[in-house]
Nanobody, 116 residues
Framework: QVQLVESGGGLVQAGGSLRLSCEAS????????VGWFRQAPGKEREFVAHSTSYADSVKGRFTISRDNAKNTVYLQMNNLKPEDTGVYYC???????????????WGQGTQVTVSS
């Protein structure tokens, strides 16, 4: 069983930056693809990024990185916009996919709020 814990969310003004972390337990972390998704109020969860792909809405602003030694994946978010507001979740998948159905494990989420 793998457990994921996200952290790093918070309140930031538009144009600011945040770095989210997703820390995983379990020795098999390195075998998985880690993806980030987000869910805005009243909307469905949407894909943000995995190792080789970014949603069009975040390209050039968000960067995903990984430290297998720490079992941690990061999402650096720069030039944040109010529309980036939502709960951000990380997930583990066995293959690269932008579909949440492909993810076997999820964290509890961390809130990101961007004020205008």
């Amino acid at each position: 069983q793998v457990q994921l814990v996200e952290s790093g969310g918070g309140l930031v003004q538009a144009g600011g930056s945040l770095r989210l972390s997703c820390e995983a337990s379990g020795r098999t972390f390195s075998r998985y693809v880690v993806g980030w998704f987000r869910q805005a109020p009243g909307k469905e969860r949407e894909f943000v990024a995995h190792s080789t792909s970014y949603a069009d809405s975040v390209k050039g602003r968000f960067t995903i990185s990984r430290d297998n030694a720490k079992n941690t994946v990061y999402l650096q978010m720069n030039n944040l916009k109010p529309e980036d507001t939502g709960v951000y979740y990380c997930g583990l998948a066995r293959f690269r996919t932008a579909s949440q159905n492909g993810y076997d494990y999820w964290g509890q989420g961390t809130q990101v709020t961007v004020s205008s």
